[in-house]
């Protein structure tokens, strides 16, 4: 168990809906990455927050959005969902965000638009 | 940004033999990460390896920072090690460092 809390684990939605992802860090970890992991593309890059502020974007599209809250955790929303957004979306967490950290993955969350 | 370089992209062995995984990366890293992803999707920490050797039980990993490559040795391989294997290497950007992924080794080990 990392300590990374993902929910939910499963989720299947039709496309054109709106979707939200939930992650609680490791405890203490100021630091959360979102990645995005499909068959073809591997895992990629989305959005990193640290202690609640963006810090990074990668290749996040415009209808994606992301947020840490006060308490550290954060949510990614999708929304106007395609079928080729299908994929497992991960969260990850470190201490800080300098390049020595240690980053650990929750278990994802599997999204199916169908 | 930098890139990760992992081979080789599958490999296949029968239970008990032993491999080698390599990932290269572009540019001078501090910090350089082993994962595993099993069969269910998890992606686990194996070991966190900015230079040098280290080795926990059937696993151990090898970083030449200076040569910008580093290595992962599975020896006496199980079905359970089955899976694809992932290095990470930091990306500076906007003031943070970013974990980027080279595309895996896919590992399947015969019983």
Known sequence: DSGVTQTPKHLITATGQRVTLRCSPRSGDLSVYWYQQSLDQGLQFLIQYYNGEERAKGNILERFSAQQFPDLHSELNLSSLEL??????????????????????????????? | GIQ???????????????????????????NLQWFHQNPWGQLINLFYIPSGTKQNGRLSATTVATERYSLLYISSSQTTDSGV?????????GGSYIPTFGRGTSLIVHP
């Open chain 2, 4 to 30: 990760v370089e992992q081979s080789p992209p599958d490999l296949i062995l029968q239970e008990g033999a032993n491999s080698t995984l390599r990932c290269n990366f572009s540019d001078s890293v501090n």
């Open chain 2, 85 to 93: 294997y992932f290095c990470a290497a930091p990306w500076p950007s």
């Open chain 1, 84 to 114: 080729g957004d299908s994929a497992l979306y991960f969260c990850a967490s470190s201490a800080l965000q300098g390049s020595g950290n240690t980053i650990y993955f929750g278990e994802g969350s599997w999204l199916t638009v169908v």
